[in-house]
């Protein structure tokens, strides 16, 4: 088979190479839920799994990285991948060989979420692969959205400022990636009431506002929104526009799940606007 090759009646094809939230919100399962609203046909590598809920990661079982090789080649030797997006990584030999697919140019497309800890505060990347993930891996991420914390990490200081978030996403680039979001999900002190995300793009930050949706139900919206940036760049969008809709997508998914009761702790979104359309059934 040519995995090039794309006839015009096949859908894009997305991959995801992620972990497994049990709970079904975040990481494999918010992604190809995302690429499917989104139009796009998606496959999965998988690099963990965990066992989760809305409220907590219970335990974590890293895939080896040779079957996390099998299972990317797998996929890229007989599907027309047009983008690729990158999660939970879990383990230091997995970020070595995911950076290794995509300096070999394997990965088209890379949309690369830091994942490191999960919102409920457990960590799902080992500490001494996060210089691995700066010198490997970055370099070919087309697309890198960090959230703060990550940031943070990433560039080994503090940001608590506007300012500062806009100067993160300056650094963060020149590290490689020719576009970089620093998502404000978690605001920072001077933007109350919004979340306010920093786009780098083309050597200027630009920053991309929506009214803060209150309630708490945001578990996965880092991974739907990085997520969406991926199937949207599938779908042939510039890389500006890819982003700026996600934004509007993950608003809306958010926003539609503000009413919902899923789970003792923060709730799962809205992917496919049922809150918005006829109920299901
Ligand atoms: N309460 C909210 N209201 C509106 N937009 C939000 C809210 N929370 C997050 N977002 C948006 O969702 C996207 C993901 O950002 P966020 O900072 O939550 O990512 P994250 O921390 O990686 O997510 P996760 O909880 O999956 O780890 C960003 O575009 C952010 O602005
Ligand atoms: C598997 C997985 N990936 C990513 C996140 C971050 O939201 C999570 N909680 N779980």
């Known amino acids: 088979m040519n995995a ?16 497994s939230d049990s709970g079904g919100g975040a990481g494999i399962q918010a992604d190809l839920k995302t690429f499917a609203a989104l139009g796009v046909f998606g496959a999965s590598a998988v690099t963990a799994l965990t066992a989760q ?13 040779p079957f996390v090789l099998a299972q990317v080649e797998a996929v890229l030797d007989d599907l027309p991948v047009a983008a690729v997006k990158t999660g939970m990584l879990a383990t ?9 697919l995509a300096a070999a140019g394997r990965l088209p497309r890379l949309v ?6 999960s919102s409920s505060g457990h960590r799902l990347l080992e500490p001494d692969a996060e210089r691995r993930y700066v010198e490997e891996l970055l370099p070919h991420a087309q697309v890198l959205t960090p959230n703060l914390r990550e940031a943070e990490v990433l560039l080994g200081r503090r940001i608590g400022t506007l300012a500062e978030q806009r100067a993160a996403a300056a650094d963060l ?8 979001v620093v998502k404000g999900g978690h605001s920072v002190s001077d933007t109350p009431g919004e979340a306010v995300d ?6 200027a930050a630009r920053e991309l506002r929506s009214r803060r949706v209150e309630g708490g139900n945001n578990h996965g919206s880092g ?5 969406a940036i991926a199937a949207l760049l599938a779908r042939g969008r510039p890389v500006e526009a890819a982003v700026t809709e996600a934004k509007a997508y993950i608003w809306t998914a958010i926003r539609g799940a503000a009413g919902w009761s899923l789970g003792a702790g923060h709730g799962p979104l809205d992917h496919f606007g049922w809150a918005s359309g006829p109920a299901p059934g």
């Open 53 to 65: 809920n809305t409220a907590a990661v219970r335990g974590v079982h890293p895939t080896p990285a």
């Open 223 to 227: 991974c739907s929104f990085a997520s």
């Open 4 to 19: 090039a090759a794309n006839s015009a009646a096949n859908p894009p094809v997305a991959l995801t190479i992620a972990g």
């Open 112 to 117: 690369v979420d830091p994942v490191m800890v």
């Open 198 to 203: 920093v786009l780098w793009h083309r050597g």
């Open 92 to 100: 230091a030999e997995i970020v070595r060989t995911v950076a290794g």
């Open 173 to 180: 680039a020149a590290l490689g990636p020719a576009t970089v």
